[in-house]
């Protein structure tokens, strides 16, 4: 036995294939690009994404992009495949609509807040005025 298949042959046996190696039930490949992003115990993350994107499209995608940058883009891929099955119609755009509502609320009552604090400092020192709070 040469020391390469020793090598080889416990590289192989110490790993467990990844979750789209097992969806697609065959030998994760020691270059497996999925791999290190979806191991076998990500399986539910996995299949948001897969059916989302399908494994040929994030195979290639993940091979296009710089390897310092891909635990990033599978991030966004998960984020994005998650916002789907949470709000099948719209789905990001929910999301970010939700968000859109709460930040347009949360200037309304900072507005708000100021105009009260600008009132507190006004009465101080002389007679209180009484301070209604700013029309919307």
């Known amino acids: ?8 042959s416990s590289s192989s046996k ?5 979750a789209a190696c097992k969806h697609q039930r065959r030998k994760c490949k020691l270059d497996c690009v999925l791999a ?5 115990n ?7 994404v897969l ?7 994030v195979t290639k995608l993940l091979k296009k992009i710089e390897e310092s940058r891909r ?17 099948p119609v719209h789905g990001p755009l929910g999301f970010y609509t939700k968000l859109h ?5 949360l ?21 209180r005025i009484p301070c209604l709070i700013m029309p919307c």
């Open 1 to 8: 036995m040469s020391g390469s298949n020793s090598e080889d």
């Open 14 to 18: 110490g790993r467990y294939a990844c």
């Open 36 to 40: 290190p992003y979806f191991p076998s």
């Open 42 to 48: 990500r399986s539910r993350e996995f299949d948001l």
């Open 51 to 57: 059916e989302l994107y399908g494994v040929c499209k």
């Open 71 to 87: 635990e990033e883009a599978v991030r966004s891929l998960l984020w994005e495949a998650e916002a789907w099955e949470q709000d």
């Open 101 to 105: 509502q709460e930040n347009e609320t």
């Open 107 to 127: 200037k309304i009552m900072l507005k708000q807040l100021q105009h009260q604090i600008k009132c507190f400092h006004m009465g101080r020192g002389h007679r």
